[in-house]
């Protein structure tokens, strides 16, 4: 440890903190590329400080760990307060303990934070475990006692071939969306996510942060309106690498649900970025247990597994 410098994550380190996480991209198949513009967002999200929610690890100059807390604004479908661990070691100072003093550093920190943001509320740590079951972060999370909850498949799409006609449901309209459709958005996911595992409640200004970001794609997401032009249904894209689009959001309203908008909302999209020339492949994470049998609908518009993660959950109190 002698050998290696600790600090916190600052602006002026968002060019060497992409080089390490492209590095860690591509080594473990995670394929989750950012450019030092969209970390440098990451650092003004609305309930992160990075002077306390933030570690960075340094040998000489190059930056060879990192790690990464977010505590919940608000409480999750059980009423407890999700905080999220996220991070990584270059491969090349991996065995050494970094990992493992990244872990406890940031644990310390969410029991402070959640105990401080939500008085006397349960908490719990969640953590991803990587793509391989070798993946040397499981065997780190389960000699801490974490144990795996859920797997999320990571699916995708060619746009270059043939794309399923999907008609759009009577009594209903898609639209791309625009900034007047932020708030009714917003307010439509969270009556659509209030049944999903691990699902928190999105604020006003975490939800405009990412709706306006510089990797959001707008252009490419879709919202199905009723009659009445209310928020049924949407899709939410955006992109961090080149030629290949992210669907980050796909919900439906629970009294909607059964009608096909959010199949026909996705076609929608997919018919978008195929005709803007701009895209060669359409991706999305789904939760494999979701409770709206949403990989039966990504399956059946051509979408096929490329990898899965497990999501590794430590319940704190």
Known sequence: MDDYRWSTLHAEDVEA????????????????????????EELEEPGFDPARDSLAVWAGDQLVGYGQ????????????????????VHPEHRGRGLGRALME?????????????????????RADGG???????RRLLEHRGYRPVRWFN????????????????????????????????RAAHNR???????????TAETWAQHWRSRTSRLDCSTVV???????????????????ELYVNLVGTVPEARGRGLARAALA??????????????IQLGVDSANPTGATRLYDSLGFTVDRTVPSYRLDRS
Do not use: I
């Open 17 to 40: 903190w992409a080089t390490l996480t492209n590095t860690l991209a591509e080594h473990d198949r995670t394929e989750e590329f950012y450019g030092a513009e969209d970390l440098a």
């Open 69 to 88: 807390l977010r505590v919940a604004l608000a409480l999750d479908v059980e009423g407890r307060v999700r905080c999220s661990l996220g991070g990584g």
């Open 105 to 125: 550093k940031m644990e310390r920190r969410a029991d402070e934070l959640a105990a401080e943001r939500h008085p006397g509320r349960p908490w719990f740590f």
């Open 131 to 137: 793509v391989s079951e070798a993946d040397p972060v």
């Open 154 to 185: 990571e699916m995708e799409r060619p746009l270059d071939g043939p794309l399923p006609e999907v008609p759009v449901p009577d009594g209903v309209r898609l639209v791309r969306p625009d900034d007047e459709l932020c708030e009714p958005v």
């Open 192 to 202: 659509a996510f209030l049944d999903h595992w691990g699902s928190t409640e999105q």
């Open 225 to 243: 309106l009723g009659a009445r032009d209310e928020v049924l249904a949407y899709v939410l894209c955006a992109q961090w690498v080149e030629r």
């Open 268 to 281: 929608g999209t997919m018919a978008v970025a195929a005709a803007s020339g701009r895209y060669d492949v």
